[in-house]
C-alpha cells in the first residue's frame, strides 16, 4: 500500500501523522509512506528523525476562517496544489491521509484532482479551514472529540507516540526519577509549556519554588530552550530540576504524579493515555480551542484549569500545592483522567485506511 500523509507545521499536526506512519508500518513494513510537507515546518526534522520520506510543497498559509482573504492566494495555491498532485503521481499513492494544517489544504484539493480517496483526521473539538475543506470531499473522517463539527465524523482519538502509548507509569516511576536526578520518594510535579516553553508558567513556577520545598514537593520543569528562568539554589529539601529540552517525555510523565501545562491538543491526549492528571494553562491565543480541549479533561475531575492571567505563585499556593499535598485525591484524579484517554488511535486509524483503500479496490 502507498500512503501519503499530509500533516506539517506543528508538531500537533505531525505527530499523529508519524504515529499512523509507524502503526501501518507494524501491519505491512512493506507499506510506502510519503509525507508531505514544506521547508519552514518541524517537519524539516520530525520527519526524516523517523526514517520516512519527506516531500516538499510550497507553503500557502490560509486563514482560519472562511473569509475573503482566500481570494489573495490562488496563484500560490494553484502552484501548491500542482506540486502536491506531483507527489500524490510519482508516489503512487493509494490514499491521502491529512490532519489539518496548510500542508493539508494543497493536499485535498489535490487528492480530489486525481481521484485518490482521503481520509481527514481533525484533533481538535473545533476544525480549522483546511479540514473543513477537506471533509467535504470524503465520507472519511476522524475525530478526536465526538461533538466535532464535520460530517461522517467517526471518533478514533489521537494517535500517539508507542512509547507514550504504551506507557506503565508506575513501572517506570522510579528509573524514570533517577534518570532526572530526583529523589524516589517524593510528590512530583512535571511543568512544562511545549517545545519553546511558556513564559507565563515558567514565571510563575519558578516564583513558588520556595513554597515547593517547603511542601516537600520536587519539580522537574522543562523551561524550553529559550528560556533561562532558574530558581535560586538551594542547599537540601527537594530538588528543583530545570532542563531546557526533554526528547524523553514518556520519562518525564513517568516520573511525575502531576503536570502543570498548556492544553494542546496533543497534550491532551498523552496525559489521559497515561493517566497523569495536569493543571491545564490554556494558551490564552487563536480561537480558544486549547480551552476546550482541556474542558473534558476538568469536567470528568482529571485536571484543574486556570487561565493564563490569573496562574501566579499564590494561586499555586492555594490551589495546587494542597492537591499535591493529599496523595488519595492524586490518585483519583490519575484514574479519571485515564478512563477519558485513548491508546489505540493509531491502530484505529491504520484499520481505517485500510477499509478505505480496500473499498476502493473492490
Known amino acids: ?152 465524523a467517526r471518533v478514533v482519538g489521537i494517535p500517539l507516540r508507542r512509547e507514550i502509548a504504551t506507557l506503565d507509569r508506575l513501572a517506570m516511576g522510579d528509573k524514570a526519577r533517577s534518570y532526572f536526578g ?35 514537593i520536587q519539580v522537574l520543569h522543562i523551561v524550553g530552550p529559550k528560556n533561562n528562568e532558574e530558581p535560586e539554589p538551594a542547599s537540601g529539601g527537594p530538588q528543583y530540576v530545570t532542563i531546557p529540552y526533554c526528547d524523553r517525555m514518556d520519562l518525564a510523565y513517568a516520573a511525575a504524579d502531576m503536570a502543570m501545562c498548556r492544553a494542546g491538543a496533543m497534550t491532551c491526549a498523552e496525559l489521559t493515555a497515561v493517566g497523569l492528571p495536569a493543571v491545564y494553562v490554556p494558551l490564552p491565543h487563536g480561537n480558544g480551542e486549547q480551552r476546550l480541549n482541556a474542558e473534558p479533561v476538568v469536567a470528568g475531575g482529571g485536571g484543574l484549569l486556570v487561565d493564563d492571567a490569573e496562574l501566579s505563585p499564590d494561586w499555586i499556593v492555594h490551589n495546587l500545592l494542597p492537591v499535591l499535598a493529599d496523595p488519595a485525591r492524586v490518585a483519583a484524579m490519575s484514574e479519571a483522567a485515564a478512563r477519558l484517554g485513548r491508546r489505540d488511535a493509531d491502530d484505529a486509524l491504520a484499520r481505517m485506511v485500510y477499509e478505505v483503500v480496500g473499498a476502493g479496490q473492490r
Not at 481570494?71 to 491521502?96: E, F, K, W, Y
Not at 520518594?185 to 516564583?207: E, H
Open 182 to 216: 530526583l529523589m524516589p520518594d517524593l510528590p512530583t510535579l512535571l511543568i512544562f509549556g511545549g517545545s519553546q516553553g511558556a513564559r507565563s508558567l515558567n514565571r510563575a513556577a519558578v516564583a513558588a519554588a520556595p513554597a515547593f520545598r517547603q511542601a516537600g
Open 1 to 152: 500500500m502507498r500512503v501519503v500523509l499530509a500533516g506539517g507545521g506543528t508538531a500537533g499536526h505531525i505527530e499523529p501523522a508519524l504515529a499512523l506512519a509507524d502503526a501501518l508500518r507494524r501491519i505491512d513494513p512493506d507499506t510506502q509512506i510519503t509525507c508531505l510537507g514544506t521547508e519552514r515546518g518541524l517537519e524539516t526534522r520530525l520527519v526524516p528523525q523517523r526514517g520516512y520520506q519527506l516531500a516538499l510543497i510550497p507553503p500557502v498559509p490560509l486563514p482560519r476562517t472562511l473569509t475573503p482573504q482566500l481570494l489573495t492566494v490562488p496563484g500560490r495555491l494553484r502552484g501548491a496544489i500542482n506540486a502536491a498532485a506531483g507527489i500524490l503521481d510519482q508516489a503512487q499513492a493509494d490514499i491521502l491521509v491529512g490532519f489539518g494544517g496548510y500542508v493539508a489544504t494543497p493536499g485535498y484539493l489535490a487528492a480530489r484532482k486525481r481521484k485518490i480517496p482521503i481520509i481527514v483526521h481533525e484533533a481538535n473539538p473545533k476544525p480549522g479551514l483546511a479540514n473543513k475543506l477537506g471533509a467535504r470531499f470524503t465520507e472519511h473522517v476522524a475525530v478526536a472529540h465526538a461533538d466535532t463539527p464535520l460530517p461522517n
